[in-house]
């Protein structure tokens, strides 16, 4: 992508959070990724679960080299704004923090996010203090690269088992303050939750998970003041679930999992006109 168009998929992306709300879906290759612009959706975001799922690894087992080549397929895959799961950094400390955002920037994405999960079960959040500094190196490491890239701030608490909302609240708005463009709790399940995610940090566009929150609705969803919505590694496992119900049964020998497949025609024209 020439850098022209790569200022003008960027801004575009940036365009779709200053008002309404979009879905953006999470596909984990190429070819999900072509089906998806093909369907309409008019940007993208990648799943390091659902893509970690296909490489045979749990998430979180990714390593950064891996992961930026995945994410400069993805970007080159279609002309769509690609905002990337970029877990916690893939990163120590800090100043490593910096370095891989910066390396990230260099994917083409359009947006990129860091969490604040420390992958530690007896401590899954990281500190506060060191979510804040790596918040810091992140947004620092994108003001360098002089691209418009956005970023997103993560607070995962909800989601690896500290559903606690005022510490959530406090952890955003640290991130927003120190320059976060765009704000996420994944695992939010009720309006009021969800309400007072976008009141902490409002102006700023908030990210919701699909998830638990799908029971809301879309429309719910968008008069709350949520600004996107995002499908994470749940598209990923709707692909699993599709194989596994295909192929489980045939281990006893039949073949009732086959009935309803896409076409392989279908995807044959839709990936062979590109």
């Known amino acids: 992508m020439s850098s022209s168009r790569l200022a003008e998929c960027r801004a575009r992306f940036r365009q779709l959070h200053e008002s309404g709300c979009f879905m953006l879906p999470n596909p984990w290759d190429p070819g999900s ?4 612009a093909d369907a309409g959706f008019q940007a993208l975001a990648s799943t390091s679960s659902g893509y970690a799922f296909s490489r045979g690894h749990a998430d979180g087992e990714i390593g950064v080299d891996e992961m930026l080549a ?8 279609t002309g769509l704004p690609v905002n990337a799961d970029f877990e916690a950094g893939h990163a120590d400390h800090p100043e490593g ?3 891989n955002v910066r390396r990230c920037v260099e994917t083409g994405v359009a947006g990129l996010s860091i969490e604040d999960a420390s992958g ?9 203090d060191d979510a804040v500094a790596r918040m810091r190196a992140a947004r620092k490491a994108i003001d360098a690269s002089g691209e418009d890239v956005m970023l ?6 909800f989601l690896v088992g500290r559903p606690d909302l005022d510490e959530t609240l406090r952890r955003l708005q640290a991130y927003a303050e120190i320059g976060a463009d765009c704000l996420y709790a994944p695992g939010l399940t009720t309006r009021e939750q969800i309400a007072a995610v976008v009141e902490a940090v409002s102006p700023k566009p908030v990210n ?5 929150a799908a029971k809301l609705g879309f429309a719910t969803l968008a008069e709350l003041g949520v600004r996107r919505i995002s499908t994470g590694g749940a598209l990923a496992l709707a692909a699993w679930s599709g194989f596994t119900q295909a192929a489980g049964p045939m281990i006893e ?5 086959f009935a309803n497949t896409v076409s392989r025609g279908d995807l044959g024209q839709l990936f062979g006109a590109r």
Request: proline share 5%; no cysteine; glycine share 16%.
């Open 33 to 36: 990724a072509k089906w998806l």
């Open 70 to 77: 995945h994410l400069r397929e993805l970007v080159a895959a």
């Open 97 to 99: 923090v910096g370095e």
């Open 120 to 128: 530690n079960v007896d401590e899954p959040l990281l500190a506060f």
């Open 152 to 157: 997103v701030g993560r607070s995962e608490g």
């Open 208 to 212: 919701v998970l699909l998830g638990p």
């Open 253 to 257: 020998g039949r073949f009732d999992g």
